[in-house]
């Protein structure tokens, strides 16, 4: 597989009311196409703040972040959010409740390729006969597999995924993973995954970086049967 994300010692600092604080420091990683990796820590330690970068949404003060060997932050270049091919899965799923399930699934897409498209990922996350219904009408699993059809319906390089499954409980939540991980394995989808949930860590990645202080502590491969 080739390599498809950089990062080259990055470092992330932030300006707020006591001054600059540094949220990432030295960060160096790569991730193969079609790979599932996680960020694993405690609140604070700086993991989601990698997310943030990587999507465009924090400036990188040293180092350098890569996409397909294309180059989407560093000191002097920063391309927008909507021009790295990246989509993001947040702790809520923010579906908007007006729309049915298929409508929140197009949104953002043409209108040419829509009706199509939200058909193709509703199938894919197995929602195919649940287009019609509307957030309320469908159970937190299901609107969590809704927001994941919505993130890969325009076909990202890079899927994002930020504390997906923190708003489930136990037993959802260990069902859902082992089911998003199958997703994304058939779509061939690469993948970023941050948490505190070592359970879930091992369950969903295929490799895992556990973060310490804003550092990258360790970086591990996981082996499966």
Not at 26 to 40: D, M, V, W
Not at 81 to 100: C, D, I, S, T
Not at 155 to 160: I, K, N, S, Y
Not at 197 to 212: L, Y
């Amino acid at each position: 597989m080739s390599l498809l994300l950089s990062l080259d010692d990055v470092r992330v600092v932030y300006r707020g009311a006591k001054g600059r604080h540094t949220g990432v420091e030295k960060f160096t990683l790569s991730i193969e196409g079609g790979r599932i990796a996680c960020l694993l820590g405690p609140s604070g330690c700086g993991k989601t703040t990698v997310l943030r970068a990587i999507a465009g949404f924090e400036p990188v003060r040293t180092g350098a972040i890569l996409l397909g060997g294309r180059l989407l932050s560093s000191p002097t270049v920063h391309v927008p959010p909507e021009q790295r091919r990246m989509g993001m899965m947040f702790q809520e799923y923010a579906l908007f409740p007006h729309l049915n399930a298929a409508q929140n699934v197009g949104f953002g897409l043409r209108r040419a390729t829509r009706e199509v498209r939200d058909a193709e990922m509703l199938a894919l996350v197995g929602l195919q006969d649940a287009g019609e219904r509307f957030p309320h009408e469908l159970s937190g699993g299901q609107q969590q597999r809704v927001a994941l059809a919505r993130a890969l319906a325009p076909g990202p390089a890079l899927l994002l995924l930020d504390e997906p499954f923190s708003n489930l409980d136990g037993s959802t939540r260990e069902r859902l993973t082992a089911e998003v991980r199958g997703i994304l394995k058939a779509a061939g989808q690469t993948a970023m995954l941050v948490t505190h949930n070592e359970a879930e860590a091992q369950a969903m990645a295929d490799h895992i970086g556990v973060m310490h202080n804003g550092r990258l502590t360790h970086w591990d491969g996981i082996r499966r049967a």
